[in-house]
């Protein structure tokens, strides 16, 4: 289990892997929080802004899935699995109020919660699923649970975030299918979500399959660093302290919040 390498000739590190990821995740909130921010004001204004807003946040689009590998990855390897999840769940809360503010202004918004807690409660249906060994489908049945819970919380990329989570880690030894499956139900569930946020319960076939559409055209283009991760290599290569890494997070979402404030 601790050997556990996707491409045991590949060149890519964990830390190559985060530091794409993060860089990803920043590029995204840029354009999301910022950028946009200034182009809403009238402070951005030349011709060819909203094509420069959808190039970043199409790089953007790399970052979970990376995210979600990484994840599963590390619940793969780790030699204290509580201590991850708790790790993931700290800085759920930790992140919270930075979340909440550059989002909404406010220090608690019960509107959406930060992707710390879908990771969080990704990494606890691996746990539930590892836990139960070869009796399979009571685990399933509680990380069906798990899954809901973060739609119900409204974790960003909620339930198909965690799903995807999940099912990368159940698929992780077969690359193959590991970009095949998870990316399918992630991208059906996220259209699932965003549907029922806009329409409700009531299901209409046409809305449903026009956001279904617009998830596939979204969220696909972040499969392409599935790429990266075929290189990836299993070492742990040159990193930063981990903490710095749980720290990006809530910081770069206070800085982008302070610059909000103060123009």
Known sequence: MGDYTVNAGGTVS???LKNVAFASMIIDHFFALLFLYYVQKGVITFKWAGDLYRVGRFIGRFAFYIFAYMVADGMKRSSNKLKYIRNLALFAFI???????VHEGVFFDKGSQNVFFT???GAI???????FGETKWPAYILCSLVALS???LKSDYGMAGVLLILLTYLCIDDYYKMIVLPPIVFIFFH???WYLKGNGYVFDPLAFFKQLFSSVTGEMLGMISYVLIYFYDGSKGRQLNKWFYYCIYPLHLLIFY??????
């Open 14 to 16: 964990k830390s190559v």
């Open 119 to 121: 990771l969080a409660l």
């Open 150 to 152: 973060a739609y119900f």
């Open 125 to 131: 249906s691996i746990y539930i699923v590892e836990s």
């Open 258 to 263: 302070f610059i909000k404030l103060l123009t």
């Open 95 to 101: 992140s919270e109020i930075p979340f909440d503010l």
């Open 191 to 193: 259209a699932l979500q």
